[in-house]
């Protein structure tokens, strides 16, 4: 069965780190794009940032662009996202999701709640 799960979310303080996971089973890695979107109460669901199948080439949204820094390891099915320097406004659920270029599969993992807060 196709699974992402992701791990690392928690409750920091304003300008600390944290390094979100995504475990992916259950399908061909490496031939999919990956990404983190993000979801506040409220508040449209918005791309964080993505990686092609190699990692190649990364993209990022404005907002976070210098301080989130994602990446992946093919070998371990694995896709990351390093987020430092942490704003309160970053506060979301954030989710793993997984894309086949040119292809209608898609995945998405359940998300892990990430709380900025002083």
């Known amino acids: 069965q196709v699974q992402l799960v992701e791990s690392g979310g928690g409750l920091v303080q304003p300008g600390e780190s944290l390094r979100l996971s995504c475990a992916a089973s259950g399908f061909t890695f490496s031939r999919y794009i990956m990404s983190w979107y993000r979801q506040a109460p409220g508040k449209e669901r918005e791309l964080v940032a993505a990686i092609s199948s190699t990692g190649s080439s990364r993209n990022y949204a404005d907002r976070v662009k210098g301080r989130f820094t994602i990446s992946r390891d093919n070998v371990k099915n694995t896709v990351y996202l390093q987020m430092n320097s942490l704003k309160p406004e970053d506060t979301a659920v954030y989710y793993c999701?997984?894309?086949?270029?040119?292809?209608?599969?898609?995945?998405w993992g359940q998300g892990t709640q990430v709380t900025i807060s002083s």
């Open positions: 999701y997984a894309k086949r270029g040119f292809q209608h599969d898609e995945y």
